[in-house]
DNA sequence: CCTCCACCGGAAAGCCGGGTCA
DNA sequence: TGACCCGGCTTTCCGGTGGAGG
């Protein structure tokens, strides 16, 4: 405490005692710029999608002689670089407008965000400049002041709508009259992109939105791992400095990625994790071993992130678990697992679930992959199904603790230790 | 080969909060 | 404003079933 004192009182004066960011500061470099591993990043050049750019260009291309493109529909799944290519060829768009001086501009709308039609009306408004609030208008005077806005001049507009699909879940107005938009219009023209890695959702869409919208069609296909390789070792070579990485450590990592469907995006993710492992570790390499702690850290907070969204009564069933898992069952039943349950419900003071219910729920928590449930049958003692906890207990149990309606649950397990689930069981 | 356990999982109806429309 | 609808969650009911033990 006197020395912490004396160090403030030395940092105050401005003394000899070093800044405490000193040593975090000046310990191993690893990372050049971060960011070049971020998804949110375009870099110079995208590698491996040079057909899908040129396709795209060349639909676009009519934007620089004052035509109408075609609508662009896109299909690909996540991290197969759809975003990226979009962004990168929109940017180049805008450049060469500007160098042709034809007014043409790129709008990129996420709709995962932005996912009403309102939001995305009103978005679309403040990106051309129109101030509309972000609520209380009627939707079609928003959609007006949007047409207006566009159509105030000589233009090209072409607006992309990432994530698409989830707009359409919510009623596809917007697209419905986006998509009839340039009807409207005098002056200036409108080319929509949407951007989805559903595919099936072309089903639920409006027929006269999807006619409109996917005149043109492109598809993402996956990375493979070579692929993956030479994407990973462009953005390393922005990111980090020379010889931090061991040779083996991008195709490791390409590898893995390659496995889980080509996703470029979890690939990066996997490097840069790797990356702030080793830094923490105040290692001056990053090896083989810090990608494998790096593949069970995002593991580890993928886990735990979907275990602090559940619904409470799922928290609940994961936590009976964990006291099973604790008290030495590696498997259980859902007849075991359903009498801890009622009973902490009892202990939580919320109502309890059905049998059936939580049996629905036992298999959401499968899909999730919290847990691996696979159905057995005991013979004469019945057909029930085998539940394994498969997660790391600790960062769990912390994350179901964070939630104030479980905190009378707090230290029971070792008031209820030893004591076999069917007994602790009453009425 | 049959029985019968302990649960699975489909069908259907009820409940509830939110949104819509006249 | 109230009638109505919708979708998600939950309960009720119930037929179905793989295989150890008889």
């Given at each position: 405490m006197v020395k912490l004192l004396k160090m403030l009182v030395l940092l105050s004066c401005g003394g000899v005692m070093p800044n405490i960011f000193e040593s975090l500061m000046s310990?191993?470099?690893?990372?050049?710029?971060?960011?070049?591993?971020?998804?949110s990043y375009t870099p110079e050049t995208l590698p491996h999608r040079s057909e899908q750019i040129e396709e795209l260009a060349t639909i676009l291309v009519p934007a620089l002689k004052g035509e109408t493109p075609s609508n662009i529909f896109i299909y690909g799944k996540t991290g197969t670089g759809k975003t990226a290519t979009v962004k990168f060829v929109g940017r180049q768009l805008e450049e060469m407008s500007r160098k042709l001086s034809v007014h043409c501009y790129v709008h990129y709308l996420?709709?995962?965000?932005?996912?009403t039609q309102y939001r995305v009306l009103a978005t679309l408004a403040k990106a051309l400049g129109r101030n509309v609030?972000?609520?209380?208008?009627p939707t079609d005077q928003v959609y007006d002041e949007v047409r207006r806005a566009i159509d105030s001049r000589d233009q090209t507009i072409v607006i992309v709508l990432d994530e698409i699909d989830k707009l359409v879940r919510k009623g596809d107005d917007v697209l419905y009259n986006l998509s009839r938009i340039n009807g409207e219009l005098e002056n200036a023209r409108v080319s929509i992109i949407g951007i989805s890695n559903?595919?099936?959702?072309k089903n639920f869409l409006d027929p006269r939105v999807l006619s409109s919208l996917s005149e043109e069609e492109l598809i993402f296909p996956p990375y493979n791992a070579e692929q993956l390789q030479d994407i990973l070792a462009q953005r390393a070579e922005l990111a980090f400095y020379e010889g931090?990485?061991?040779?083996d450590v991008i195709p490791y990592c390409a590898a893995l990625a390659a496995?889980?469907?080509?996703d470029a995006r979890k690939a990066l993710d996997l490097l840069r994790v790797s990356g702030e492992i080793a830094e923490k570790e105040g290692a001056n390499k990053i090896t083989r071993e810090h990608v494998k702690k790096a593949v069970r850290k995002i593991e580890t907070d993928y886990v735990v992130e979907a275990v602090r969204m559940l619904p409470t009564q799922s928290k609940v069933l994961v936590y009976g678990m964990i006291i099973l898992t604790e008290s030495g069952l590696r498997k259980f039943t859902t007849g075991e697992v359903y009498a801890i349950y009622k009973n902490l419900c009892k202990k939580v003071g919320i109502d309890c679930l059905t049998q059936r219910r939580v049996s629905d729920l036992i298999s959401e928590l499968d899909m999730l992959g919290i847990i691996n449930s696979i159905i057995i049958s005991k013979g004469r003692y019945g057909r029930t199904r085998e539940i394994k906890?498969?997660?790391?207990?600790e960062p769990v149990k912390n994350a179901l603790l964070e939630d104030y309606r479980l905190?009378?649950?707090?230290?029971i397990e070792k008031s209820m230790k030893g004591i076999p689930p069917l007994e602790a069981f009453e009425t």
């Open positions: 310990s191993p470099k690893i990372f050049k710029n971060r960011d070049a591993l971020r998804h996420n709709c995962e965000r932005i996912d609030p972000m609520t209380g208008w559903d595919l099936k959702f931090v990485l061991e040779e496995q889980e469907h080509g906890l498969d997660v790391p207990i905190s009378p649950l707090a230290g």
